[in-house]
């Protein structure tokens, strides 16, 4: 004997909303970090904010971003220090910012690591946005070893 599926009642399978979207453009990107009159900070129903944009971030999200331009202003300066000893840049586009002048190269390093950060910033919700961001947090950590192994083998 098979058992039937429950079956929705007609009137919850139909669309019941009479506005459309209430707002008239889309969220700025200043808006998403400083605005306070924003509203959309998650979702009614439980698996509706997958792969969907809020308006605003979660604080641990903005730790994240903070944590990241950290170590990168970390890393920068470990790598001025490298070269400086005697070492070499091993990434070709940070090589050349280098080559320009070692403000070109902080700048270029922050400016980088600070749009990447943004960008997966916005896409919070994406759990492809989460793997990254703890792949790259797992990347500086290890070159945060490497760092101090040069260190360490320089003295």
């Given at each position: 004997m098979r058992i039937p599926a429950y079956t929705y009642p007609s009137y919850l399978k139909q669309e019941r909303r009479k506005q459309l979207d209430r707002r008239s453009r889309p969220t700025?990107?200043?808006?998403?970090?400083?605005?306070?009159?924003?509203?959309?900070?998650?979702?009614?129903?439980?698996?509706?904010?997958?792969?969907?944009?809020?308006?605003?971030?979660?604080?641990?999200?903005?730790?994240?971003?903070?944590?990241?331009?950290?170590?990168?202003?970390?890393?920068?300066?470990?790598?001025?220090?490298?070269?400086?000893?005697?070492?070499?840049?091993?990434?070709?586009?940070?090589?050349?910012?280098?080559?320009q002048g070692m403000d070109t190269f902080i700048s270029a390093k922050l400016l980088l690591t600070a749009v990447g950060a943004v960008y997966l910033a916005a896409h919070q919700n994406f759990p492809m946005a989460r793997l990254a961001y703890r792949t790259l947090m797992g990347a500086y950590l290890g070159l945060m070893v490497y760092h101090l192994s040069l260190v360490v083998n320089h003295w």
């Amino acid at each position: 004997m098979r058992i039937p599926a429950y079956t929705y009642p007609s009137y919850l399978k139909q669309e019941r909303r009479k506005q459309l979207d209430r707002r008239s453009r889309p969220t700025s990107l200043y808006d998403c970090f400083f605005s306070p009159r924003l509203r959309r900070r998650g979702f009614r129903r439980r698996g509706e904010g997958v792969n969907r944009y809020v308006d605003h971030l979660r604080l641990p999200i903005v730790l994240w971003v903070a944590a990241l331009l950290a170590l990168s202003m970390v890393d920068a300066a470990l790598t001025l220090a490298h070269v400086q000893l005697g070492g070499k840049e091993l990434v070709p586009t940070m090589r050349w910012a280098l080559d320009q002048g070692m403000d070109t190269f902080i700048s270029a390093k922050l400016l980088l690591t600070a749009v990447g950060a943004v960008y997966l910033a916005a896409h919070q919700n994406f759990p492809m946005a989460r793997l990254a961001y703890r792949t790259l947090m797992g990347a500086y950590l290890g070159l945060m070893v490497y760092h101090l192994s040069l260190v360490v083998n320089h003295w």
